[in-house]
């Protein structure tokens, strides 16, 4: 399958800034009218798992008015979709619209996936006159067999922003409990392939499912940046204040980033590099890494966000 090409403006497009993405069910009015008020990054409406089987019909032709709700204080607007054929194409119908920022892509296993369902929303989006390329992808890996394509998934399309692993249906397939031991293998090739392709790598490692515990997932989402991971998924709102600052540069990480970035632009001006401060080598990976800290909290949400769209 060949790619369907995208215009380079489109294509050029730099990854969102995702902290915390709630799933809400968007067959559930009282859900959907709060998910603005709940300060995530991004809202996914879900179509998919928690949408009863009898129920998606009627989830799909409230979509855009559902996309209107969740997206009233500049929150990013994305949409699950079903994986089965005849489903997704539905889901597509009703998903590629105004307003609609990503697409999330459950069970993904292959690049050539990736590309059918690229080339159906190019296609929606010609016949709509909607922005070529403007919807993004954030591909959920939930099966073993997917991790063996880790590279060419994640490098399938320009659509691709984010990856993530899907903890539940990942374990349920390799026959196992979604637990540390079996989790961070998988969790760190879904990150070291979603980095190799510039894309925002997405998660902790741990159930996505445990949100009564906050200081145990306030715990996994720390140790998960530490790793490298930008956000993650939730499924209730409380997991998502906890995400927003796990996923921030604390205050001291800041006080660092700015006394590295000052003392690189003291030093430039006498030719060295690397420089020396608080007794500790600083060279040129650990000037970007400060100055990466002080990008991510000059991004951070409210300045990060789009106009209201009311």
Do not use: Y
Request: charged content about 25%.
């Amino acid at each position: 399958m060949i790619a369907d090409p995208l215009p380079s403006v489109e294509t050029a497009m730099s990854v969102p800034r995702w902290r915390s993405l709630l799933f809400v069910p968007t067959h559930v009015p009282r859900f959907v009218e709060t998910a603005h008020e709940r300060g995530a990054d991004g809202v996914i409406l879900d179509l998919e798992d928690s949408v009863p089987q009898d129920q998606k019909g009627e989830a799909r032709r409230q979509l855009p008015e559902c996309v209107a709700k969740v997206g009233r204080k500049g929150a990013s607007v994305l949409v699950r979709v079903n994986h089965g054929l005849r489903a997704l194409a539905a889901d597509l119908d009703a998903a590629v619209i105004e307003s609609v920022d990503a697409l999330v892509l459950p069970k993904t296993d292959s690049p050539e996936w990736v590309l059918e369902i690229a080339n159906a929303v190019s296609e929606l989006e010609r016949e709509r006159s909607l922005p070529l390329g403007r919807i993004r992808f954030l591909a959920q890996i939930e099966t073993p067999g997917a991790l063996q394509r880790l590279a060419a998934i994640a490098s399938a399309h320009p659509r691709m922003a984010a990856m993530a692993l899907g903890p539940e249906d990942f374990s349920a397939a390799v026959g196992g409990s979604p637990e540390f031991d079996l989790l961070l293998a998988p969790n760190l090739s879904v990150l070291f392939a979603a980095r190799a392709a510039g894309l925002l790598p997405l998660g902790f490692v741990g159930s996505i499912g445990e949100f009564s515990d906050s200081d145990k997932l306030r715990e996994a989402a720390t140790r998960a940046r530490r790793l490298g991971f930008v956000g993650a998924l939730a499924i209730h709102p409380t997991q998502v204040a906890i995400f927003n600052e796990a996923f921030s540069p604390s205050a001291q990480e800041l006080e660092w980033a700015r006394r590295v970035v000052a003392a690189e632009n003291d030093d430039a001006t006498h030719g060295r590099a690397p420089f020396s401060l608080d007794g500790k080598m600083i060279d040129p990976p650990v000037v970007r890494r400060a100055h990466e800290i002080l990008a991510l909290a000059s991004n951070n949400r409210p300045t990060n966000q789009r106009p209201d769209r009311r």
